[in-house]
């Protein structure tokens, strides 16, 4: 559950109680939007201006010569039998909400459940419209099952000159979706009935395209000879209820937007349940309510920015790195070359030749720079590890621009407190056209800027500490030709990835697997390898590798979703982590592939987690998310100074234990033991473990308990980082 923020949510009233304001019925000759704008305006009116509307319309009116329609004549409504298969109650609603409709289409409409209606029914009715839900692998609703298998048999009677439509329900994450309804569909047509409207196939988010497909088939399936006049009803009420005595002002189909302002989970530390209470704040025009009234929140789900096939907005961040990644390659050959077997095979290298190279000119850059994109609420990327960063700003489903990030690096050196790592700076706003040249113009001022006479302080987050932020953003606002905008406001929630299946909003399925530190191989038990080879040989998904050593299996269809999770089962692959803490881990390769590693890192932190777990166990913390990471050497490969327990080798056997960076990303840790071994580690951390699941705040994270509660000094930068170090004895 994410913690609290203020953001747009959508809801529903069951029962409402409202303010005497003649508000407009939702049968209006408006849309649902129009509706929603003219009733906040008319809820702010007093009588004399409502009168005074009502005389300048009339008056009008008048002037251009117009005057009321002639009623439409009466006519005899032709019946219409409304059949529902439900078992959770949706289609049940909907064929309730049927029901009302069709008289406006001259329909005599009978509402009937399934389970009491027999093939003499079916027989009779001239006009039908059918709601039919799917349950679990395929199957109709237990108390439809009686009358789907008279339908599907040998005997069931002709329909010769019945007209109907169907409407389908399921759930796209089972392979049999809305198998029930299409199965009537085809078996109505098989038996000589008239299809008089396109069958629809709806998922758990049906009520919109639900409400639009049942004003189609009510239209087609009307008589004939109707009236062309339309006669609108309007019912006065002093009630936002008019239309409908029994029908809610805000629905699924209009909902009412609100921003959260608390998000509290009442349940105790180290419960597994999840009780939240929740605060919604909003103007709009006759929300009241009273206590025991129901609401529906509609919840919406932000995926990882790894995934670009999740959302809309996560497409266009992946389409801007694609396009900044295509800027700021070189365009130069002049150091291609390529072994083999330890030979040089060709030679293309040689000085860049003038105007060669437009970006990095004959010098190239001082260091590596590193460019990342993210959409919030994940941080999964570190952006504040990064040289340079692109926060995506979301409004309304879509990215309106990008929040600049600079000067972010992991790196320092042991005994040097001129070198630190640091969190990034927000620059400025840029707009979607924009970024890519601001990508640009920050490249270049690094290149004029960056520091070439000492290694050790030639990245981008030396220069900016040396030069300052203002008079780094003066210079590439010149650049550019403009000035940034200012930042939008954000907050991010975690930088770890969402283990598990997601689905997408094309509505295909994606799993991201846990892969500890990133290396898939097979173990006793756990043929990671064997299953993913086999899985990538069904062709089934796409790769994509995220920037905490997972993988994620992605755009799977429903029906391919089962052999993926089969294929996984057979060979001992677990989708989740043992714990919060595993999951949220990460090491670098180190020992004995690295070079510049002092003391293990991959091959030793899953065993120091295993231990940690118990401690876990004993603290009821097995699930609670934690971020713990690990290198061989203090160049932060891993990005060890963002995590909320980061160990750094020191030499064999030994590390640096840091503690308090943020959970989301967005603050540096403290050193808080030097040199401590296994043991050490182990002793050091059960006593803050145990502490921490004891004395926590509601909601609190470990690396803000750690400082709280006094163990280490937040580091506010990292031109700090150095400093008010307290070291445990």
Known sequence: MPEPSARPVVFQLKEAFLTAVPLLPKNAP???????????????????????????????????????????????????????????????????????????????????????????????????VVYASTWGEGDPPSRAADFYHALMSDGAPRLDGVRFAVLALGDTSYAQFCATGKAIDARLEALGATRAADRIDLDLDFAKQAVEWTQGALAKLAPTDAPSSTVVHADLHSSAQAADEDAPLYTAETPLEAEITALINLNGTGSTRETWHVELASDAPGFTYVPGDAVGIVPENDPDLANPYLSKAHKEAYDLACKISARLLPKTGAYHEIWLDGEKAEDKSGEAAENEEPIYGVHYLPRKFKTVVAVLPDNVVDIFAQDLGFIAIVEKSEVVGYNVTVGGGMGMNHGETDTFPRTADILGFCTPEQAVDVAEKVVTVQRDWGNRELRKRARLKYTIEDRGIDAFRAELEQRIGHKLGKPKSFAFQSTGDVIGWRQGADKKWHLTLFIENGRVKDQTGHALRSAVREIAETRACEFVLTSNQNLILANITAEARPQIEAILKAHGVSITASSGLRRNSMACVALPTCGLALAESERYLPDLITALEDVLDKAGLRDADIVMRMTGCPNGCSRPYLAEVGLVGRGPGLYNLYLGAAFDGTRLNKLYAQDVDNAKILKLLDPLIVQYANERNEGERFGDFVIRAGFVTATPAGNRFHEDVKLAG
């Open 30 to 128: 408006f849309s649902p939007e129009e509706i929603n704008v003219l009733n906040k305006v008319v809820s702010r009116t007093t009588p004399l201006q409502r009168s005074w509307l009502a005389g300048f319309f009339a008056g009008f009116e008048v002037a251009q010569g117009g005057q009321a329609a002639p009623a439409a004549a009466a006519r005899p409504r032709v019946p219409l039998t409304v059949l529902y298969a439900s078992e959770s109650g949706n289609a049940e609603g909907l064929a309730i909400k049927a029901k009302k409709a069709a008289q406006k289409h001259g329909l005599d409409a009978r509402v009937v459940d399934i389970a009491d209606a027999d093939m003499g029914l079916l027989a009779k009715a001239k006009n039908l």
